[in-house]
């Protein structure tokens, strides 16, 4: 129920304190006969009066308007947990109504701004791309935790000087940082060539300059992308060549067929010659093609011991196995396929059959495999090289070998490395996810 409005109530107290001066002179009037003693005896006895009641009735107004003071204070520092209890129904309880709903929405929208930050840097943090956010000194505020894993092996740089930093990385890193351009830079290692791409961008936030560094390592895609055009190329190849072995191979049986007839043995003898090279060719074809072709892998959780003893009966190797149960994830025909070869290929790099070995493991939520021997090893080169299709140092090889093998593991999502070994020998690390079963 809605009671009288503070003016209404000053007001009424107004007209109650002019009554009852009016009352007080006119009755000290009619006892003393002296209009101003009168007045002067009304005033001395109504002011204390007034000013207690002025007390009373200011009292619990000036409580509210310290409440409201102090609450809005507190918006000032960023908290919106106060809220007043509204104990009038007049202007003041409007105006704590009003301070309340104003907390609310401060609160809720406070809130929300949280869940969007949260939900923000949930999305940056999970990011392949690297990103470094820096002050105009150069000081890093805010890092992802792609940045922190490639610029300080997962720990925290927050606060870190970014140049600094970059000193101790390869110095593509600083060089590409110094020209202030957007592009692709390499960077080379022992083990491989990795390229990136950086992106810099200089904006102002809260009034101060800022710039936003963005790594992209793009060394998966650009091989993805090399093969995809091997890939093109073999198909091509292949549909040009078989639509001209077909004629030849199916010409050179009619003639030996024909010569056999004729008792023309040196004919004989060279349909025979072109149909064994027709037949080769197209095998050869068929090599390519079926690295053109190969099957998105159908993946599934396999028993690694039983898994690498099937493989045994194919190519012998020593098994180190750094745990008691390890298992796989992938397609078991095509992980089959690809260590198999990498055996074929350890077997044949010179290396004693008793020094080739196999140790498995599982670290977090991946599998790696390391197929180890004593071969010959490779040379810088030929490292650089050896995924490339085509590059082969066998006189009769295909170069096909290591790039299927390489191409079925990145299709299972994993890597493959090659590296000498430090006496002699070559290992080839295989590294695959394995998803936890829910």
């Not at 202007?91 to 309340?100: F, H, K, Q, T």
């Not at 060539?193 to 992209?216: A, E, V």
């Not at 898994?307 to 008691?324: A, M, P, T």
């Not at 050896?386 to 009769?396: E, H, N």
Request: hydrophobic share 40%.
């Amino acid at each position: 129920m809605k009671t009288l409005s503070l003016e209404a109530k000053l007001s009424l107290f107004l007209v109650f304190i002019i009554g009852i001066v009016v009352t007080i002179v006119a009755l000290t009037y009619h006892w003393l006969n002296d209009i101003l003693l009168a007045a002067l005896i009304s005033l001395a006895i109504v002011l204390p009066i007034g000013i207690i009641i002025i007390r009373w009735f200011m009292i619990p107004i000036n409580k509210l308007l310290s409440a409201l003071y102090h609450g809005y204070s507190n918006f000032l520092d960023n908290d919106f947990s106060i809220s007043l209890s509204k104990t009038r129904n007049d202007e003041l309880g409007d105006l704590v109504d009003i301070y309340n709903r104003v907390g609310d929405a401060l609160r809720n929208e406070r809130v929300h701004l949280y869940q969007r930050e949260l939900l923000l840097d949930t999305v940056m943090q999970s990011s392949p791309l690297s990103l470094v956010l820096t002050e105009s000194s150069g000081v890093i505020i805010y890092s992802n935790n792609s940045s922190r894993k490639l610029f300080k092996k997962g720990r925290d740089i927050n606060g870190d000087r970014f140049e600094q930093l970059l000193n101790n990385m390869p110095k593509s890193f600083l060089q590409s940082l110094q020209t202030g351009l957007n592009g692709l830079f390499t960077v080379s290692s022992e083990k491989q060539n990795d390229t990136y791409h950086l992106t810099q961008n200089n904006f102002m936030l809260n009034g101060k300059k800022h710039k936003l560094y963005i790594f992209k390592r793009l060394t998966k895609e650009i091989n993805r992308q090399e093969v995809n055009t091997w890939k093109k190329v073999i198909r091509v190849i292949s549909h040009e060549l078989n639509n001209s072995l077909a004629p030849i191979s199916s010409l050179a049986h009619s003639g030996q067929i024909l010569s056999e007839r004729l008792a023309q043995d040196k004919l004989k003898e060279i349909f025979e010659s072109m149909g064994e090279r027709a037949t080769y060719l197209k095998n050869f074809i068929e090599g390519y093609a079926e690295f053109a072709r190969l099957p998105k892998p159908n993946s599934v959780h396999i028993n690694g011991e039983e898994f690498l003893r099937r493989i045994k009966s194919i190519y012998s190797f020593d098994l180190d196995q750094k745990e008691k149960s390890v298992n796989l994830y992938g397609d078991p025909a095509q992980l089959q396929q690809a260590i198999v070869n990498l055996l074929k290929n350890a077997h044949e790099s010179g290396s004693d059959g008793r020094e080739i070995e196999i140790t498995i493991k599982q670290i977090k939520n991946t599998t790696e495999l390391q197929i180890l021997d004593r071969g010959t090893g490779m040379s810088d080169q030929n490292l650089k090289n050896a995924l490339l299709p085509f590059y082969s140092t066998k006189q009769k090889g295909t170069g096909l070998g290591l790039p299927l093998c390489r191409e079925i593991i990145e299709a299972h999502g994993g890597k493959m490395l090659l590296n000498n070994r430090t006496k002699k020998g070559l290992t080839v690390i295989i590294v695959l996810p394995f998803p936890i079963k829910e």
